[in-house]
Each structure stands twice: as structure tokens, then as C-alpha cells.
């Protein structure tokens, strides 16, 4: 683990905020262990070991149902942590991978069997180096015909630049925690009313509310200057948002979330037990288990 990174909160608060039945943790990882399924040479971090054991014990402690498990950049295009982890998850974990544009249309269907349902990329310089846009296009339009979306990460500055790339996507795309936005600025300012009408232009566009501890100027545990942002979208798009705890919190480096502390952040976002019901259980099984229609 990099020295100057915080280990995971290894003892939780138990939240004061009771869980819908069948609600789905919408964005977490697995990483390692690194001497079974070793890290990215290339990659820009080293985490600590956060295996599915312990995802598992902190969902089923949380008192979610289930997980979608993200492919996190320091293990590169090697997805056999997450796609481990999924076939041990007994049906109770969908996942998001990172893919290199060598991926034969076989690994793909294994991919699918194994539960995975969206491809990632990011935009992220100092996570990852740039990719050609072609490219992502391109396995955009071979992963669609299994029936996966696109999950984006990005940063604000980089939201004009991305509009158009965004729009015209050829499936359902996720973007990962707001696009990062500065939440010293207006929830109702020009910055963020740009993201507000990239949603509302695109009805394929849907937005991840998580990570209020990689936002926050004003800290935990109610990391109030996030919540306008965060409310703004979900009260807008209630429809397409999702939520996730993001354990095991990969390059945190001023403070380490309690997972407890952050799922009593939700009903600061989602006021009504139905936006609570939509964000946490009825969006996240319509995205990654449609299947299951009640």
C-alpha cells in the first residue's frame, strides 16, 4: 500500500438509517490479494488488499442485498479479482470492467456469464493514461449487443469537452460520482447546470450520487456541502441515479469514511422513502438485474 495512503475503516459505525429490503450497493471494489491476483504495473496507485471476504461482511453488516463490484485502475484490464469475486457472489453481485480493445467477442461472453454488465472508462489523468476516443466507441458498440452500459469517470473541467462524446454514445452510460463536481462553487451555478443539462438532454445519461468523502470541503460525517449537488440530481433524475459506498475508498489521503456514517448520508440526498426506494433498490435492479422484473 502506498504510504501515504489511509486503510479502510476496519470497524464501521452500524448507520441510524435502515436499508430498503433488496437495497443494491451500487459502487465498490475488490482489490487483490495482491499475491493472487497481482496489481497493474502501470498503475498510478497501490491499494491495500481489500478482498471479497471482507466486501461481503460489510454488505451484509450495511444491510444491502447486494453488490456492483467496479474494476478500479490498479489492476489495469486484469478484471480477475472482480470477476473472482463475482462468481463466489452467488448471483448477488453484478460488475463493471475495464477492457483493452484486444478483448476477443469469447472473453466477452465469460464476462457476461460471470455477471458482468457494463464496460469502464476513464477520463481521469491522473488515474489513467488517455485512450483514443474511436476506441472506446467501438467497444461501446460491441458491449451494447450484450446488453451493458458505459460507466465514465471524469472530472469537472473535463465535462465540456466530454458533452458531445457523452450524447452520442450508443447505450446507457453512468457517470461516476456527478462528474466530480467543485462543491465550493453553487449547486445552481453555471458549472453544475451544465451536468443538470447534459442529463436532461439525454435521457440514456444516468449519474452515480456516491462519494461525498472525495468532494467535501466541509468534511464528515455530513459532508453538507455535497448534499445541494447530490439532491439536485437525484430530486431531477429520479429515475437514473444510484448509489455506493465506494469501499474500500481507493486513494484517500486526508480522511477514511465510516461506511455507517455514509449510508446515513442518504436520506440527506433522498428525502421520501420513494426517492430512497428508486435510488437504492428499483434503479440498480432495473440497470444490472432486468431479469428479475417483479
Given amino acids: 500500500m502506498d504510504p501515504d495512503w489511509l486503510p479502510f475503516c476496519a470497524q464501521p459505525s452500524v448507520p441510524c438509517f435502515r436499508l430498503p429490503p433488496g437495497a443494491v450497493d451500487a459502487h465498490c471494489h475488490v482489490f487483490g490479494p495482491g499475491d493472487r491476483f497481482p496489481y497493474a504495473p502501470e498503475r498510478k496507485y497501490t491499494p491495500c488488499d481489500a478482498p471479497k471476504e471482507r466486501l461481503w461482511a460489510l454488505r451484509d453488516f450495511l444491510g444491502f442485498a447486494r453488490n456492483v463490484i467496479v474494476q478500479a485502475t490498479c489492476h489495469g484490464h486484469d478484471n480477475r479479482a472482480l470477476l473472482d469475486a463475482l462468481l463466489d457472489a452467488d448471483g448477488r453481485a453484478r460488475g463493471v470492467v475495464s477492457l483493452a480493445a484486444s478483448v476477443s467477442d469469447v472473453e ?16 481521469v489523468k491522473r ?50 460520482h456527478m462528474g466530480r463536481p467543485d462543491v465550493s462553487q453553487r449547486a445552481d451555478g453555471p458549472a453544475f447546470d451544465l451536468f443538470i443539462r447534459l442529463m436532461a438532454d439525454n435521457p440514456h445519461i444516468w449519474s452515480k450520487v456516491s462519494c461525498p468523502e472525495r468532494l467535501s470541503f466541509s468534511g464528515p460525517p455530513e459532508y453538507l456541502d455535497v448534499v445541494p449537488f447530490a439532491r439536485r440530481v437525484v430530486e431531477a433524475f429520479p429515475d ?37 426506494q428508486r435510488l437504492l433498490v428499483a434503479n440498480p435492479m432495473r440497470l444490472y438485474w432486468p431479469e428479475e422484473k417483479s
Avoid at 474511436?134 to 471524469?154: I, K, N, T
Wanted: charge should be negative.
Fill in 108 to 123: 466477452l461472453a465469460h464476462m457476461h456469464e460471470c455477471g458482468v454488465r457494463a464496460v469502464r472508462f476513464s477520463f
Fill in 127 to 176: 488515474l489513467t493514461v488517455a485512450r483514443p476516443r474511436d476506441q472506446m466507441a467501438e467497444l461501446a458498440a460491441r458491449v451494447v449487443r450484450l446488453g451493458w452500459h458505459v460507466v465514465v469517470y471524469f472530472e469537472a473541467e473535463d465535462l465540456p469537452g466530454l458533452c458531445d462524446f457523452l450524447s452520442g454514445m450508443p447505450a446507457t452510460v453512468v457517470i461516476d
Fill in 240 to 276: 437514473r441515479v444510484l448509489w455506493g459506498t465506494d469501499w474500500p475508498h481507493p486513494n484517500m489521503k486526508t480522511h477514511m469514511p465510516d461506511d455507517g456514517a455514509l449510508v446515513d448520508y442518504v436520506p440527506r440526498i433522498a428525502v421520501s422513502e420513494d426517492l430512497q
